[in-house]
């Protein structure tokens, strides 16, 4: 297993953030956050900055799975639907079909679904 630290998200610092509620929300110590981050003073943060989200490599995210068949939307279908009918997770759908357009879904579009 390997414990070397890697981004494992990027954080955009927006209106109110502070490194305590990023780090909170990430639940990590600010001292790690600033440290991976090279901030030297945490109340100079600037709207827009890009924040490296430390973890392990074993905290990425996984790699989409491959398709073990083809779902063609017909009318009435849903995400939630499609995957309670092929009993899989709904954010497993929607990471197996990057390019979709959840909120309009066209009858006659092949969606992968994983395995």
Same mark, same amino acid.
């Given at each position: ?27 990590? &110590? ?21 924040? +490296? ?7 990425? &995210?996984?790699?989409?799975?491959? +398709? ?33 357009? &959840? ?10 679904? &994983?395995?």
């Amino acid at each position: 297993m390997n414990t070397s630290l890697v981004c494992i998200d990027v954080y955009t610092v927006s209106e109110g953030d502070t490194l305590y509620t990023i780090a909170e929300k990430y639940d990590l &110590p600010v001292s790690l956050l600033m440290r991976v981050n090279c901030i030297d003073n945490p109340y100079n943060l600037q709207i827009g900055t890009r924040l +490296c989200i430390p973890g392990t490599e074993d905290q990425l &995210p996984k790699p989409p799975q491959q +398709c073990m068949m083809k779902h063609t939307v017909v009318a009435g279908d849903t995400l939630y639907l499609i995957a309670k009918k092929h009993s899989i997770r709904l954010d497993a759908l929607m990471r197996a079909n990057p390019t979709m357009d &959840p909120y309009n879904l066209m009858i006659g579009t092949e969606l992968c679904i &994983p395995g």
